[in-house]
């Protein structure tokens, strides 16, 4: 199924993000998982894309197992990361052979050298030789596609209700938000957050700029503190105080962080749900105990 028209089903749509294992013990452990996960009835499970070409073809094959093996919905991300066009039609090539219908069309972010910091304002990020530089590129490069029928996927996009890291201001963010949905996006995931009136400001701007697609916001459950801390460094996401001090003082015991994690993000999640939020796509970083926590207390609480 098109994840443009599951989004507009009345039910919520959960969905589920994992990355490609290294390992074939992993990849055991995560179609473990998966089985387990099904029972949640998901919308869709998405699969990571990643700089290394071992974990590229990964995401080709371990999307198609997960959608004619286990039987759920799958959605393979794609970035513009180290592929000239040519490199990136032989994997769209692939995807389209596999009968995958949904595509996340990112610009990647380049792989960190070791002890090296990652790209900031301004942006240190430059495209392969015959590559793209943004999304909305490789957005408008697929979208020709369709026109002799080559490629027919329903392309979502990723946005950031905090702003992007590199983007000057929020409204920059915004116009080019603008171009990614008029270049093909039929949804957008939103960036991880810890504080709803992120999502709900972000929004209400991006409606007054006329976006209409689906925004659906990605949550990810706290179970590691300084993974956690280290992971909204990264991508630019705040950690409320009142939760980080709370996160502090329990770090020492994983039990009480996760369950802190769980009811912070299930508050969250009702919240979105009851304000109007199409789903939940949940950042699992391949575990499943703590996101079936979350989806089966939303479930209940919502029927
Ligand atoms: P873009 O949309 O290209 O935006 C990047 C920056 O360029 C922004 O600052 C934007 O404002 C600016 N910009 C966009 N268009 C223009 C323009 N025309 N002119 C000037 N500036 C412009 N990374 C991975 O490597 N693999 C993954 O699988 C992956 N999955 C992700 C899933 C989700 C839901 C999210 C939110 C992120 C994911 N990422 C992934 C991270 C993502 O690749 C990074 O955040 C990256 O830095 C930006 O990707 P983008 O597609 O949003 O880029």
């Known amino acids: 199924m098109r994840i443009a028209e599951r989004l507009l089903l009345p039910s919520p749509c959960y969905s589920f993000e994992f990355f490609p294992p ?66 990136l039609s032989g994997v769209l090539d692939r995807l389209q052979g596999e009968g995958i219908q949904n595509v996340l069309a990112l610009r990647g972010d380049p792989p960190v050298p ?26 408008r490069f697929i979208r020709e596609g369709r026109r002799d029928n080559r490629w027919t996927f329903c392309l979502g996009g990723a946005c950031y209700p905090e702003g992007h890291m590199e983007c000057p201001s929020r409204d920059e963010d915004l116009i080019h938000l603008v171009e990614k949905v008029s270049a ?7 960036q991880l957050f810890f504080d709803n009136a992120f999502y709900f400001d972000f929004v209400q ?7 209409r697609v689906p925004i659906v916001p990605g949550i990810m459950p706290i179970t590691n503190f300084e993974q956690i801390d280290r992971f909204t460094r990264m991508c630019g996401a705040t950690l409320p105080m009142r939760l980080r001090l709370q996160l502090e003082r ?8 996760l369950q802190l994690g769980v009811a912070h993000a299930t508050v969250q999640c009702m919240e979105l749900l009851s304000r109007g939020a199409p789903g939940i796509h949940f950042y699992t970083l391949n575990r499943s105990r703590a996101t079936r926590m979350i989806v089966t207390a939303l479930k209940n609480a919502r029927g």
């Open 22 to 87: 290294k390992t074939e013990a992993g990849q055991g452990a995560l179609f473990d998982t998966l089985r387990e996960l099904k029972e949640l009835e998901p919308g869709f499970v998405s699969v990571t894309y990643g700089a290394g070409g071992s974990t590229q073809r990964g995401t080709t094959e371990i999307v198609s197992r997960i959608k004619h093996e286990v039987g759920i919905e799958a959605m393979a991300h794609l970035t513009c990361i180290g592929h000239s066009k040519d490199e």
């Open 114 to 139: 070791p002890g090296g910091k990652r790209a900031t304002l301004p942006s240190l990020f430059q495209p392969e030789a015959g590559g793209f530089r943004f999304s909305g590129e490789l957005m």
């Open 184 to 190: 093909g996006a039929e949804f957008l995931l939103t």
């Open 205 to 211: 701007r991006a409606q007054a700029a006329r976006i």
């Open 250 to 257: 329990y770090q020492n015991d994983p039990d009480a962080v």
